[in-house]
Every structure is written in structure tokens, then in C-alpha cells.
């Protein structure tokens, strides 16, 4: 898909990864619509990139993830103000096994949610053009860490719901493609003190052995991944972008 005239909505978009595929998608030529749960970030950062790029291009929406209703109206709202939507970006997460049943609702139920509205407000059966959805995974959606077992069964479940859905069976009923990309360590507010966001206190020692030969790269780098694979992914398909490095399609046994 050719990203220029598109109009996108992206989660998590007002820090970190979310905020560099905001960014990316304006700069080519997208219109973006920022939901993130954090008004002042999300407002300040649509405000600035509306001087940059046109008040037409950029809207601020506030969004719970977790709260079906607001998530709708974020599609709601989108959909009023630029008439259509064409892809949708499921980014907003957090890691913290401490909270997992927060981080169960944002990680797995958040992207459910915003799958299933972009497939009723782009699908084709709804009387919309289709679209592409993208679920933002992990390193350790391929190979988990054993310091947050949690934190990677709910990166995982996103590799399997996106495969599952991304099958042509949906595509040909909804004419909406879903694909993954998984990024390894990226610059962002996703860490914090990882004492306090580990399980146990005592998985510390877990963590610095599964973080050792991390490399972590840019949340731009990680932007320029989501442009290569809206313009080149095939329905179904996963992504690794690490290292800087291009991103690359995970391969899976055949059914």
C-alpha cells in the first residue's frame, strides 16, 4: 500500500514507537490520527506536528485501549474528521508482569479491540475499502525471556492472533490484511525501573542475562520498518526489525 493520501490511526502514539510511525506516516504524506491514553503528550505532539505538516493532517484522540467504548470513539472521531480509514496501527503496550492483568488488557485485549473495530469500520462487508492492520510484537513474541513470562506470552498470543487473521479466509470477507512486526529493544519509555516491572524483584538477574547481547535501536528505525511492510507485506506475515537492520519475515512451518 502506497502510504501517501492514507489515513492512519495509531495507538500508543504520543511517546516512543508510536510517536516515530506518527511521525514517519506524516512524512510520507499520510493523515495521522494520535490516540494515546496520555492527553497532554498526545495533544502537545498534534499540535506540533499540525504546524509542521497542516491542521488538516493530524488529530489528537484520547484512547484507553482498555475501554471498548473510548476506543470506538477514536475510530469514530477518526473516521468523521478525514472520511475514511485505511490503516490502523496497534502499538500501545506496556511491560509490567507486576500488573498482569493490566498489561494482559493493553497487550492482548487492546489489540484485539483494535483489530476488530478497524475490520468493522475498513472492511469491505461493513461498506469500507479495506485497510491494513498492523499489531506491534516483541523479540520476545518469537523468543521469550524468562525474566517476564507474562510480558512474552502476551507479545506471543499477538504473533498467532495476527497469523490467524491475516489468513486470506478473513481477507477475502473483510478485504482488511493484518500483519506483525516485532521489534527487539528499542529507545523508549517502555522501561522504567525493571526492578519494579519484573514479577519478583529476584528476576533481575534473569533480565540482565536475557537483555546481555541487546542491541537497542532507534523507535525511528522501527517507523521506517512499518512504511517497508505496509508497501511490500503480504496478509498473515511477521516482521523482525532489529539492530537497525531491515526489517525481515519470521517463516513458519506450513500447516
Known sequence: MDVKGRVALVTGAASGIGKSC??????????????????EEGEKLAETLSTEHGKDRVIFCQCDVTDYSQFEESFQTTFATFGHIDIVVNNAGIMNDRFWEL??????NGVIRGTLLAQ?????DRG?????????G?????????????YSATKAAIVNFTRAFGHQYHVDLTGVKVMALCPSATDSKLLGDVSKQLLWARYVDAWLR???????????????????????????SVWMVEKDQ??????????
Open 120 to 124: 468493522r469500520f475498513m472492511g469491505t
Open 103 to 108: 498489561e494482559v488488557d493493553i497487550n492482548v
Open 128 to 136: 469500507g475499502q479495506g485497510g491494513i492492520v498492523v499489531n506491534i
Open 138 to 150: 516483541s523479540n520476545v513474541s518469537i523468543n521469550p525471556y524468562a525474566s517476564v513470562p507474562i
Open 22 to 39: 506518527a511521525v514517519e506516516l506524516l512524512n510520507e504524506g499520510a493523515m495521522v490520527s494520535i490516540c494515546d491514553i496520555n492527553s
Open 210 to 236: 536475557d537483555v546481555a547481547s541487546s542491541v537497542p535501536q532507534r523507535s525511528e528505525h522501527v517507523a521506517k520498518a512499518l512504511i517497508q511492510i505496509l508497501n511490500t507485506g503480504k496478509s498473515g
Open 246 to 255: 531491515p526489517a525481515h519475515e519470521i517463516t513458519f512451518p506450513k500447516n
